[in-house]
């Protein structure tokens, strides 16, 4: 596993961690607020439930440090979206026979431990691709219908923390969303949404093709990316 800065053109090898042939893998990357320092998370776990965690601090640690947790009692999704110093994922528990994601599991960089927030109350319907993304500087939920309707919807979470504040901030369903993301009828597993800007959404529509959709004026470009084949669970997110 590497680290690269392609602003600076610079990489970092990271030594290996702990590894399990049948451990499902999920991880994070992201900056803790209070000191300006970088750590990656991996969390490991395997088909009955066993969970455990691993930490690197990017200019300090020289191995993988082991956190104390109990076993994690859901499935996270592959990719974790970074927003207010800590790591989130969709999370759904490990008893559940759907892939539907029914929580948001977070864990606060800074101090180093996991937590659960409620998501929204969500139809359970099988055929809608979910993603966390940043909207208005706030968490939000987009879910998307891949099949006949193609709806898109996004909830908001307007107070962080609070699952009351929970609100549906859009609900489309007009032609656009379909024109823009047809490409999504053929390759489901890569589906993915992230904010972009405060009225935005970017939705892969392949491992190498995004869409950027502007939710006020439906309004949508595709974006071209130069000499890139395929792209694995991009990561979009900044401290700043």
């Known amino acids: 596993m590497s680290l690269c800065n392609p602003i600076l053109g610079e990489r970092q090898i990271l030594p290996e961690g702990r590894s399990v042939d049948d451990d499902m893998i999920t991880g994070g990357f992201g900056v803790d607020p209070s000191t300006n320092l970088y750590k990656v998370l991996l969390v490991h776990s395997d088909i009955g ?33 970074l927003f207010r110093g800590a790591m989130h994922w969709m999370a759904r528990e490990r008893t559940s026979n759907t892939r539907i994601a029914v929580f948001i599991y977070a864990f606060d960089i800074g101090e180093e431990r996991f937590r659960s927030i409620m998501a929204p109350p969500l139809d359970m319907e099988t055929n809608k691709a979910r993603s966390l993304l940043v909207l208005r500087n706030c968490l939000c939920i987009s879910s998307f219908a891949y099949h006949d309707s193609h709806e898109l919807d996004i909830r908001r979470m307007k107070e962080y923390g609070v699952v009351e504040s929970w609100s549906k901030e859009y609900s489309i369903r007009e032609n656009w969303v379909s024109r823009c993301c047809m490409a999504l009828l053929e390759k ?7 904010g972009w800007g ?3 959404v970017l939705v892969s529509i392949s491992t ?13 470009t595709k974006l071209e990316i130069a000499n890139i084949k395929q792209i694995e669970h991009p990561a979009l ?4």
């Not at 997110?237 to 700043?240: A, L």
């Open 208 to 220: 190498s093709e995004f869409v950027c959709c502007n939710l006020d004026q439906r309004k949508h």
């Open 198 to 200: 405060d009225d935005s």
């Open 237 to 240: 997110e900044s401290p700043t």
């Open 188 to 194: 489901i597993s890569s589906v993915k949404i992230w």
């Open 49 to 81: 439930g066993k969970s455990y965690s691993e930490i690197f601090t990017v200019g300090v640690d020289v191995n993988w440090r082991i956190l104390e947790m109990v076993n994690c009692p859901y499935v996270l999704d592959p990719q974790g979206l």
